[in-house]
């Protein structure tokens, strides 16, 4: 059974930094593409960021660009998302995806495989 499964979260000043894990089990990842995405409540889910199979290639939002970084280690089937500078407008529940396709993690759409997510709540 695939899993992906998030950790990291919580609650932290504005300003302050977290950050977040994804390991994957269940089957073996290295040749998939892989993303971070965000739930605020009341809001639709989102886009953060995103990587290849190699971790080479990565993708930002606008809104995290600078401040977020995505990274990957393959021997661990594990993705990390290091958050700096946060924002209470960063607070969300933060979902990890994964993909053969890069661009469907891009473009949010037919993923093959989702986290159940984490909460991260920054305070101002």
């Known amino acids: 059974q695939v899993q992906l499964v998030e950790s990291g979260g919580g609650l932290v000043q504005a300003g302050g930094s977290l950050s977040l894990s994804c390991v994957a089990s269940g089957r073996t990842f290295s040749s998939y593409a892989m993303g971070w995405f965000r739930q605020a409540p009341g809001k639709e889910r989102e886009f953060v960021a995103a990587l290849d199979w190699s971790g080479g290639v990565t993708n930002y939002a606008d809104s995290v660009k600078g401040r977020f970084t995505i990274s990957r280690d393959v021997s661990k089937n594990t993705m990390y998302l290091q958050m700096n500078s946060l924002k209470p407008e960063d607070t969300a529940v933060y979902y990890c995806?994964?993909?053969?396709?890069?661009?469907?993690?891009?473009?949010?759409?037919?993923?093959?495989?989702w986290g159940k997510g984490t909460l991260v709540t920054v305070s101002s």
């Open positions: 995806a994964a993909d053969r396709l890069l661009h469907r993690i891009k473009g949010n759409y037919g993923i093959n495989y």
